[in-house]
C-alpha cells in the first residue's frame, strides 16, 4: 500500500521559513518523478514544484527563487524549503508522486502576522 505522508507545516509570519517534508512508504520512490501542490480556500489545487527521478526541477513562477524541492532517495522522503513566505502563499500543501499518481493527506501551511 503507498503512503505520502507530509510534515512541517504551521503558522509564520511573513518572510519566515518552513520546511515540508514527504515521507514515501510501499513504492520504489527513487524512478519516480516528485512533486509539491497547494490548495488555497477558494482555489483550484495548483503545481508548485516538481523533481523528476534524475533531479530535474522546475517550479511555478510564483515561488522561483524562493522555493526549492530535493528529495533523499536512500530515506524516500521529498522535502519544500520555502523562504520568504508570503500571505498569498497560504494554503493545504500535498505531496504527490507524479509517476503513479498518488496524493499524500496534505499540510497547512499559514502565513500571517
Known amino acids: 500500500q503507498v503512503q505520502l505522508v507530509e510534515s512541517g507545516g504551521g503558522l509564520v509570519q511573513p518572510g519566515g521559513s518552513l520546511r515540508l517534508s514527504c515521507a514515501a512508504s510501499?513504492?520504489?520512490?527513487?524512478?519516480?518523478?516528485m512533486g509539491w501542490y497547494r490548495q488555497a480556500p477558494g482555489k483550484e489545487r495548483e503545481l508548485v514544484a516538481i523533481i523528476t527521478r534524475s533531479g530535474n526541477t522546475n517550479y511555478a513562477n510564483s515561488v522561483k527563487g524562493r522555493f526549492t524541492i530535493s528529495r533523499d532517495d536512500a530515506k524516500n522522503a521529498v522535502y519544500l524549503q520555502m523562504n520568504s513566505l508570503k500571505p498569498e502563499d497560504t494554503a493545504v500543501y500535498y505531496c504527490h508522486d507524479v509517476s503513479l499518481g498518488y496524493w499524500g493527506q496534505g499540510t497547512q501551511v499559514t502565513v500571517s502576522s
Open positions: 510501499g513504492v520504489i520512490f527513487s524512478i519516480n518523478a
